[in-house]
């Protein structure tokens, strides 16, 4: 996928489904960043959150803390809880921040993760089409 | 009234060719994949009954399409929670639209079989579902035949199915043509897919024969219809080429006993003529009007091999050439591979040799027969019989097609007299 590509709606009125993009990104970015790399990635996040918002489609967008402060918490079956430090999994690369994005399809969900910045640079973005419960 | 066996036919015909317009004009109407599968068949089944009793429609495609809507609106109204869950989908008035409106003629029913390639052969699906959905959507076949073809359990090929058909519904990967600009970027991939069911079904790289014909004729009929669909794009055009160029030799391919024969002596007498000729001017067409792309520059080398008289008047310096091209456009250690085939055709078998000792330490080519295949030729044409009888044990042992291990045994005890 070549960065850059404008997103684009689709050729007819779909109802739009929520997409989280989880963007992963490799430890030792997060632990140590180059100070040089540091601005430029800033201003290309800037960039990106300025253009979903005009577009209409963001939701909610944060970044997170490193892996070393994350605590999981888990739920046996007996009710007791367990609690430890770290991430669930040790992996090299970590969730470091995510977006939701209202969108009308994949294709177009895939254009917005192609376009931000954790795609990339060695970072990759899962995207997980939000669960979308029947009301009433 | 005609006779049955002769209607039965011409439903199974029409059904054949009918089935991938009438699945995507469904598709594109209700937004749900199951619900357009399940009333097409429920329209064909219809057919079955009437059209042996009534006659054959003078619209056959126009009939389907108005019975399999009827069948989806009455399914609508009987099941509440189907019809909420395309709701949720909005199956809103103009898609409605679309479907309800079966035009009086054939050519009126607006084609939509693009829209369900590039939803089949999407990225965000596993390889091998492309093929598996591009072969049942598009080709019309049942998810047995599918899985005859691919060689697996039919319950394999079920739950591969199925799983698709839910990621295509959950992640909404849209049933929808990429801009122009996309086009590009998405085109390669469909192809791909169509390339890997005809490679497939030429050199099966499982199973008793060589070649599996009824995957090539259903990679050429849905590559053909793509090219109808998309007649300015020049990498159809190459990759339709490409095929034909390949499968007019399939006759000479393969002796009276199913044993492979090499290209060098293959009966050229029996090269089928008409689709080498209609493979030529597809070439020219794909070579025309600026860089060639992958597909174009190998249709161009399996031209150069059918339009020679034997391989010692092959135009090998322009094979090179070509692969020299493909080598920068579309960089892989199989073209590495097959240029150095070439090269050694051109310049002596040792030349040919020392490109591919440079191959032996890519990971990609490790595991498969390709490579010591290549290379036990080579020495064995310089007369190195015992590294090329090593070499020949060595693919032997990886090699999944019976009758390319055939060849590689006769082709092992030629180089171990006695033994």
New interface residues.
């Given amino acids: 996928m070549m960065c850059g590509t404008p997103p684009r709606g689709t050729d007819e009125p779909e109802d739009p489904v929520k997409y989280m993009l989880l963007i992963y990104v490799p430890e030792s970015r997060t632990a140590a960043p180059d100070p040089a790399e540091v601005g430029p990635m800033m201003e290309a996040y800037e960039n990106f959150n300025k253009a979903v918002a005009e577009a209409g489609v963001w939701i909610a967008g944060d970044a997170l803390h490193g892996t070393d402060t994350a605590t999981t918490v888990k739920v046996d079956d007996g009710g007791t809880r367990l609690v430890t430090d770290g991430p669930f999994a040790e992996t090299r690369e970590i969730l470091g921040g995510y977006y939701i994005l209202d969108v009308p399809d994949l294709d177009s969900a895939l254009d917005w993760a192609a376009r931000c910045p954790g795609s990339q640079n060695g970072g990759s973005i899962e995207l997980r089409p939000l669960v979308e419960f029947p009301t009433g | 009234m005609p006779d049955d066996g002769r209607v039965v036919a011409g439903v199974a015909a029409v059904f054949r060719e009918e089935h991938g317009r009438l699945l995507a004009t469904l598709v594109r109407g209700f937004g749900d994949l199951d619900l357009a599968e399940e009333v097409a068949a429920e329209a064909i089944e219809a057919a079955l009954v009437t059209w042996p009793r009534d006659g054959v429609p003078r619209r056959p495609g126009a009939w389907l399409l108005t019975t399999a809507r009827r069948k989806a609106v009455d399914r609508l109204r009987r099941d509440r929670n189907h019809a909420?869950r395309l709701a949720?989908?909005?199956a809103?008035a103009?898609?409605a639209e679309v479907v309800a409106a079966p035009a009086g003629d054939d050519e009126d029913v607006p084609d939509e079989r693009l829209r369900l390639f590039f939803a089949c052969c999407?990225p965000?699906l596993p390889m091998e579902a492309r093929t598996a959905l591009t072969l049942r959507c598009l080709g019309g076949m049942d998810t047995p035949e599918v899985a005859r073809l691919f060689l697996v359990p039919t319950a394999t090929m079920a739950q591969r199915i199925v799983r698709a058909k839910r990621k295509i519904r959950?992640?909404?990967?849209?049933f929808?043509?990429?801009?122009a600009?996309?086009l590009a970027?998405r085109l390669p991939g469909v192809l791909r897919v169509l390339y890997l069911v005809f490679t497939e079904g030429y050199a099966a790289g499982t199973g008793t024969g060589l070649q599996r014909l009824d995957l090539v004729d259903e990679a050429v009929r849905l590559t053909r219809i793509l090219l109808r669909l998309l007649p300015a794009e020049r990498e159809v055009a190459g990759l339709l080429a490409l095929m034909l160029l390949v499968d007019a030799r399939r006759d000479a391919r393969v002796d009276g006993s199913g044993r492979l024969v090499l290209l060098a002596d293959q009966d050229r007498g029996r090269w089928d003529r008409a689709l080498i000729e209609e493979g030529q001017t597809l070439v020219v067409r794909s070579l025309t009007g600026g860089d060639p792309g992958p597909y174009a520059v190998q249709a161009a080398i399996a031209a150069l091999h059918v339009e020679a008289a034997g391989v010692e008047t092959t135009d090998w310096p322009q094979i090179v050439a070509l692969y020299d091209v493909l080598a920068r456009i579309e960089p892989s250690p199989a073209v590495e591979l097959n240029r150095a085939v070439a090269v050694a055709m051109r310049d002596g078998p040792t030349a040919g040799l020392a490109l591919l000792d440079a191959l032996r330490d890519d990971p990609r080519l490790r595991g498969g027969h390709l490579l010591p295949a290549a290379r036990a030729d080579l020495l064995r044409r310089l007369g190195r019989t015992d590294e090329a009888a090593a070499e020949y044990r060595a693919a032997l042992e990886t090699v999944g097609n019976d009758a390319e291990r055939d060849f590689l045994r006769t082709r092992l005890d030629e180089v171990t007299p006695g033994s």
């Fill in positions: 909420a949720l989908l909005r809103d103009e898609r999407h965000a959950d992640a909404r990967i849209p929808r043509v990429p801009a600009g996309e970027d």
